[in-house]
């Protein structure tokens, strides 16, 4: 089983949907978690951290759970610049999951 | 404060010659990882180092490649003989502490292997 795991999608949305993705980890001593942005052919960009139950940063809401071994992302009001590559990596050792894409069409 | 640097942005090897990337970490951090990432693929874990120590090489290849990251100056990763499988873009990260740190990428090296 890898370590952290993601539905690869792609989640085609229309502009100001809500979209939520999940990943699932197997290592239970992992002490933080991440979610990280791509763009194409782009290095990977800090979205959110996670360090216990959750974070909030505007349409972005990060939660973790950590009895069932997984962390989602809640986008709300989607917007056409949301089209990327979600990552989420957790440590330690920093491990990421293939990632989830994302497209938000008009 | 500059970012994580890395350099050559691309690089272009004949097959069996030897390629080397750099990064240099975000200043103040001392702790390095290093990725590979096919086209339409995830971010591999190749290896984590902190200055003069890898802490974990796990997903390295047995062969050809080797890290390092010494007391002054960049990270660097080797990669001997190139192949055209090692064709690929490879990314570092740099953090300021292990546990509970975030981590903040350089721009990548598009290595082809031709």
């Known amino acids: 089983r890898k370590e952290v795991e993601q539905d690869p999608g792609p989640f085609n949305v229309p502009e100001g949907a809500t979209v939520a993705f999940n990943c699932t980890y197997s290592?239970?001593?992992?002490?933080?978690f991440f979610w990280y942005r791509q763009d194409c052919r782009k290095e990977p960009k800090l979205l959110m951290s996670v360090y216990s139950s959750g974070n909030e940063d505007g349409r972005f809401t990060a939660q973790l759970n950590r009895a069932s071994q997984y962390i989602s992302l809640l986008i709300r009001d989607s917007k056409l610049s949301d089209s990327a590559t979600y990552l989420c990596g957790g440590y330690n050792k920093l491990i990421f999951g293939a990632g989830t894409r994302l497209a938000v069409h008009p | 404060n500059a970012g994580v640097m890395q350099n050559p942005r691309h690089l272009v090897r004949r097959r069996g010659q030897e390629a080397r990337l750099r990064c240099s970490p975000m200043k103040g951090h001392s702790h390095v990882y290093w990725y590979r990432q096919l086209p339409e693929e995830g971010l591999k874990f190749m290896v984590y180092?902190?200055?003069?120590?890898?802490?974990?090489e796990s997903g390295m290849p047995k062969e050809r490649f080797s890290a390092e990251f010494p007391k002054e100056g960049p990270s660097i990763l080797r990669i001997q003989q190139v192949v055209r499988g090692d064709s690929a873009a490879y990314f570092c990260?740099?953090?300021?502490?292990?546990?509970?740190?975030?981590?903040?990428f350089g721009q990548g090296t598009r290595l082809t292997v031709v």
């Open positions: 290592n239970s001593a992992s002490q933080s």
């Open positions: 990260a740099s953090s300021p502490r292990d546990q509970n740190a975030e981590a903040f």
């Open positions: 180092l902190q200055k003069e120590n890898i802490i974990d």
